[in-house]
């Protein structure tokens, strides 16, 4: 069946093949477009897992894989997997959304493990996307608050380069400049209140996805009969602390 592929609009029949096995005959079937899926829990292991667009890193994680079968007949039709198409690895939450959330613009993120353009070899993992909430919070108000001092500078400029003009400078052209840099002045508290708001969403929405991630993991271990623990970190106080205490 080497070449053929399918969507063709020509049916494709399965191969089949036969063969005596203990006495037995195996009717063997194949097809280009007979594959499996499986979904797996996975738990632990070697530490935290950072994944595509997971804000938090897990320690529990849903794997998908999808491989190539064929069919054999004896006296019941039993399914095999062959080789393995595609990998990939989603945190609990991500898998409630793909399941759930249907008909969107844009698929659920999620972390390929093996894919056919990588020859399906398992791609560089686990550290594909190290999540350091606050770093990236921090950057993310540091852009914003670049892109209006850069704005401000230019306006400046603009207004510096009419004053140094050699020469006689059109009243027009100056007021125009002096206006320009008036509505930047003006503009930067309500711009710099707006990101504040937008630094307000990004936590909000990053505390939210830790939320649905601890929500999943909990039910999934309640599902399995294990009651989920909560460890929490006792850091012994301070020398002041203690001095308080007492």
Known sequence: MTGKKTGSRTPIPPEVTTHEDHG????????PAFATVGFYAMHGGNG?????????????TIRMKICRAHMETRTVDRIYEDDVILELELSES???QAITQFNRGTGTPVTLRQAPDVDVVPVVYPQVAHVDVEKR??????????AELKKLTETFNAVRALAEADGSVSKKSLQAAVKSLGFAIGNLPGNLDYYKKLLREDADRILEEGKLELH?????????????????????PTD???????
């Open 240 to 246: 002041g602390q203690a001095m308080q205490g007492k």
């Open 137 to 146: 919070l921090k950057e993310a108000g540091d852009r914003r608050v670049e």
């Open 216 to 236: 999943a993991a909990a039910s999934l271990l309640i599902s399995q009969g294990i009651s989920p623990t909560l460890l929490i970190d006792e850091k012994s």
């Open 48 to 60: 935290a897992t950072d994944l595509f667009g997971a804000n938090v890193r897990l320690q529990n």
């Open 94 to 96: 991500q898998f409630t």
């Open 24 to 31: 037995e005959n195996v009717f063997v079937s194949r097809h």
